[in-house]
């Protein structure tokens, strides 16, 4: 033991001596190095706490000169126990777990003495040390350095010169990266392409990058004086002023100190958008709680937006809680190319949407059935891109009354024998009851073809023979993109929809082969055991509450846990009525109970601070959340004393901040990732693609102007607070990186190496007979459940462990036992799905009247929530998303030809679509793909610019959320009904 000490403190000697020569030799070497040198002079020393072994060194412009020796007066003190404990953190292929210990055991303490700021100073130099001799990336016979990064809509190949993307293009898969799987179905083979797709809003992602909306520098709104007049009112409509990162992170630092010591526990409140630039590392849902936990914040609580119907209706059937009461589709491409005869696609545009961050990948696979003549049905109010492509029948039902449609097809089955009456009996509950309703026994109204054709407007002899062909073959159903997404969830109807949705496939006998739920856009044959996380799962946040990181990596990657003892949360869709009303309320969102989602919450909580700081993260609410002038009002509200922005881009409610931070791209940052793999609730979401590949996101070029990553920006706000080290463990973004590459299964694959210099790695897919067994199967076949996730809990089962659903009767349940317990009498909800019309829609009475349009607004095909919208961005070129007039490009409402010419409206005129609660400028897009009566529009415009006083004018950019309501689906949920939307339209004069 004694020679071992000696052994570490001669290496621990040796170690010191050489930085200095590394330090130096770097500065000549590395332009960048050099300047983080010069940053500041300074003296810093690293010794042992026990023992007069030490060195010295002093910094001074640029140059650094060292000394043997312990010194403690020194401008940074780095103290160790001993030298064995510096060695684990002092060499570059160092265990984090010893470095977590060290720091946690209060084994190492760096300390400088004016704050932080210094000694993160210096352990950036050293990290550096490391980070700027790594080599990546593959150089072209162009002269130009080919990078790798990752997208919402695909990984990409991007091409450098002189410190600035020249192009970026799809990957292309080289002869080293393993083939493809193959399907065999009916005689055929089918093989994806050796390449891999982006969504059509990837292709215009490098103009974003270099957008003239870019935030380039820390600005401050011109009349906001934190130590005077904050003039409140002026916010979304006064100008700004550059000022330092100094000023700015400095300003930031004072107001979370004075609103904590002035109000109290839950004076800040932290808001993000649901997406952001992609990476585990820098995603919505890692850098930016691992700094909130730090300060301790008002949550804002996130509704089901994507799952809405699925989670407040369906997972009362079915279970399935840890997908938000949707299902699993794993294997599903293969069963429905061998065995389905038809694919119906209910509010379903996977041609739209590419699912979730799944790019064009589903396209192949849904023309393979095409080409095998499965016969196709859509049902939706818009002939959207996918009924287009794949052609079939086409039922444009109007807006929110699916529901009615779906209960007279369940109707026809019933009366004709045409459902699996074994399967009904043995494997479900409560069906005698649920069809006393269909027939017309409990309330003397029979569900007919006849009865839906005045709800929905489709003939009743085309709902009878969907009904009846149905019934006969082997059908798989298609609700929504990936399924449990799809406009009809979020609509006044949401939750009844999704809850018939379940029942239509308990009728067929869901698992049986041929019969389940899917449209090809999920259930791909590729590896699901392989081990790669999810960005859900955390990345470096360290909250076990708020991510998966206590459910996949707490064992795998270290990092120090990180926990908000703020209990007070807002809910997303009443922001607003709790900043200006004082009071909100709303329902969880819970993965892991039926149960999870009854315990509603209110703000303020008990014993809290109201709101008085606001930091907004990401993303804009004006376009995504709903009845937007809301937040507008919200935002020039004296009860909001301060407002902090950290964006990218200068749009949305960036423009309503005092403070706003610059944040860089996902180009200009290091980050690891997976091609479409969010993991949390969407489990083994990758199922989408047609290879798994996991990306480095190389750091591309430098950040633009003064922009900063996130994580950066974080780190140098905590560091104001002195809690620098604690956020980021002395950890540099690359460092985090390959912390995070060391908790995957990659290293049994790939060297850190050669991942980092090529840049991506595709896993396998499994042989035939290792594929993942069908969802739903082993439940149609009274087996245990197989297959590869953890749904229910082990609490959940009644029976044997995999025996039988999450339900209480461990069947679907076509009478809801929960609902019962719950609320019984609930008439929005009723323990049964019943036709319920909605509260904002034909049956409105006056309101329908004045405004007799109903408005849809699904997700754009273009762009991906508001993030390549706007910013002058070349998918403003794509005339199916904004149409140039007069110079300015307009947002589109798509309306049918006849309810255009009652109105005078020609086509690409500038009309006015409103309502009670708002109007906003369109070009006219006039059309038969939408019924009379329906007009169509994409939501997420990234834009929201008021021509007058902001929340009491007509908005420009497109914001259609300005329209649709406010009111939750039902009113023991949080959620969003922005599908039940009336309004009208008429020609804007410019008044």
């Known amino acids: ?95 984090y777990q010893d470095v977590i210990d060290l720091a946690k055991l209060f084994k190492v303490d760096i300390q400088g003495k004016q704050g932080e700021a210094l000694a993160l100073h210096f352990t950036d130099v050293l990290g550096a040390i490391v980070d700027n001799q790594v080599k990546y990336g593959m150089a072209m016979k162009d002269g130009t350095m080919r990078y790798v990064n990752n997208t919402n809509g695909g990984p990409v190949f991007v091409y450098v010169k002189d410190d600035k993307i020249v192009r970026i293009t799809p990957m292309e898969l080289d002869d080293e990266d393993p083939e493809p799987w193959t399907i065999k179905a009916r005689g055929q083979s089918f093989t994806p392409s050796k390449k891999v797709t982006v969504s059509p809003h990837t292709q215009g992602i490098k103009s974003t990058v270099y957008s003239k909306d870019r935030i380039l520098y820390p600005l401050k709104r011109v009349d906001f004086d934190p130590d005077g007049e904050r ?65 301790g914040t008002s949550y804002v609580v996130h509704n089901p937006d994507s799952w809405e119907g699925f989670y407040w209706g369906a997972m009362h059937h079915w279970g399935n809680s840890i997908r938000l009461g949707a299902p699993d589709t794993y294997s599903t491409v293969e069963d429905a190319l061998q065995n389905a005869e038809m694919i119906v696609f209910w509010s379903s545009d996977p041609e739209s949407t590419s699912g979730v961050y799944g790019a064009m990948e589903g396209t192949q696979r849904r023309l393979w059935a095409k080409q095998l003549g499965i016969e196709f049905v859509h049902i939706d109010p818009f002939y959207n891109h996918t009924a287009a492509l794949l052609g079939g029948k086409w039922l444009g039902s109007k807006p929110g009354t699916s529901n009615a449609m779906a209960i007279a097809i369940a ?92 029942c239509l496939m308990a009728m067929q006998g869901i698992g049986k082969p041929g019969v389940n739920m899917g449209c090809l856009q999920q259930g791909t044959p590729v590896d699901t055991r392989f081990f790669f996380p999810g960005y859900s799962e955390g ?269 209480q009767s461990g069947k679907i349940e076509f009478v809801c036992n929960s609902l019962k317990r719950f609320a019984p009498d609930d008439p929005e909800r009723p323990v049964m799905t019943k036709y319920i019309p909605s509260w904002e829609g034909p049956h409105s009475g006056e309101l329908y009247e004045k405004y007799p349009l109903q408005m849809i607004s699904p997700h754009s095909r273009y762009s991906f929530h508001t993030m390549m919208d706007g910013k002058d961005s070349h998918i403003n070129d794509i005339v199916d998303h904004r149409v140039e007039i007069d110079g300015y490009f307009y947002w589109i409402i798509r309306i049918n030809e006849v309810d255009a010419e009652r109105r005078g409206i020609a086509h690409n005129q500038v009309v006015e679509v409103f309502n009670e609660r708002g109007s906003v400028l369109c070009a006219a897009h006039l059309t038969q793909r939408v019924p009379e009566g329906t007009v169509h529009s994409y939501e997420s415009s990234a834009l929201y610019e008021p021509i007058g006083e902001p929340g009491n004018s007509p908005d420009r950019g497109g914001s259609v959320n300005v329209l649709t309501p406010s009111r939750p689906i039902i009113k023991k949920s949080h959620s969003t009904a922005c599908n039940s939307c009336l309004v009208d339209i008429r020609l804007w004069q410019g008044e």
């Open 539 to 807: 990345g470096l946040s360290g909250d076990y509450e708020g991510t998966g990181v206590g459910v996949n990596m707490y064992q795998r990657m270290p990092q120090v846990l990180t926990m908000n003892t703020v209990k007070q949360r807002v809910p997303r869709l009443n922001i607003p009525e709790a900043i200006l009303e004082g009071e909100a309320s709303g329902y969880p969102t819970d993965t892991k109970s039926i149960e999870g989602q009854f315990f509603d919450f209110k703000y303020p909580a008990p014993g809290h601070a109201p709101i008085k700081l606001y930091y907004k993260y990401g993303g804009s609410h004006f376009g995504t959340m709903n009845d937007t002038n809301r937040y507008a009002r919200m935002y020039r509200s004296d009860n909001l004393e301060t407002v902090v922005n950290q964006s990218i881009w200068m749009e949305g409610e960036a423009k309503f901040a005092d403070i706003i931070l610059p944040a860089c791209t996902n180009f200009e940052r290091w980050d690891i990732g997976e091609f479409a793999n969010c993991g949390g609730y969407i489990h083994h979401c990758y199922t989408q693609v047609n290879h798994r590949v996991v990306t480095i996101q190389h750091k591309c070029i430098e950040p633009l102007g003064e922009s900063k990553s996130d994580y950066e920006i974080f780190r140098m706000i905590a560091s104001q607070l002195g809690l620098g080290a604690y956020y980021s463990e002395g950890t540099s973004e690359l460092e985090w990186v390959r912390r995070l590459f060391n908790g995957t299964d990659l290293p049994e694959k790939i060297s850190w190496g050669k991942f980092l210099k090529k840049g991506y790695y595709v896993v396998p897919p499994p042989k035939e007979a290792d594929r993942d067994p069908v969802s739903w199967r082993w439940y149609y076949e009274g087996r245990k459940k197989d297959v590869p996730e953890m749904n229910p809990l082990p609490s959940e089962y009644k029976e044997d462990f995999k025996q039988g659903l999450q339900t």
């Open 231 to 295: 003039n409140p009112q002026n916010r979304g409509i006064s100008g700004y002023e550059r000022i330092s990162w100094e000023e700015a992170t400095d300003l930031v630092a004072k107001e979370i100190v004075r609103v904590k010591q002035e109000f109290g526990p839950g004076a800040i409140m932290n808001g993000s958008g649901s997406h952001h630039t992609w990476g585990n590392l820098g995603y919505w849902l890692s850098a930016r709680p691992r700094f909130f936990n730090s300060i």
């Open 1 to 95: 033991m004694k020679i071992s000490n000696i052994a570490a403190d001669k290496q621990f000697k040796i170690v010191l001596f050489g930085m200095t020569h590394a330090i130096n030799l770097l500065t000549k070497k590395d332009r960048k190095f050099r300047e983080l040198v010069a940053k500041h002079d300074f003296t810093a020393c690293i010794c042992l706490r026990t023992e007069d072994i030490g060195r010295v060194f002093k910094f001074s412009n640029g140059k650094i000169k060292s000394k043997s020796g312990k010194q403690l007066d020194c401008d940074v003190t780095m103290l160790f126990e001993n030298a064995q404990d510096a060695m684990k953190m002092m060499v570059p292929w160092r265990d």
């Open 411 to 502: 109707y026809v089955w019933m009366k004709e024998g045409l459902y699996d009456k074994d399967f009904v009996a043995d494997k479900t509950e409560g069906f005698e009851e649920w069809q006393d309703y269909v027939l017309g026994k409990e309330d003397g109204i029979p569900k007919t073809p006849e009865w839906q054709q005045a709800e929905t407007g489709i003939p009743a002899h085309d709902v009878r023979a969907l009904a009846r062909r149905w019934g006969t073959k082997r059908t798989y159903l298609a609700a929504g993109g990936i399924q449990g997404f799809g406009s009809a969830c979020r609509s006044a109807t949401g939750a009844e929809w999704a809850r018939s949705m379940v």
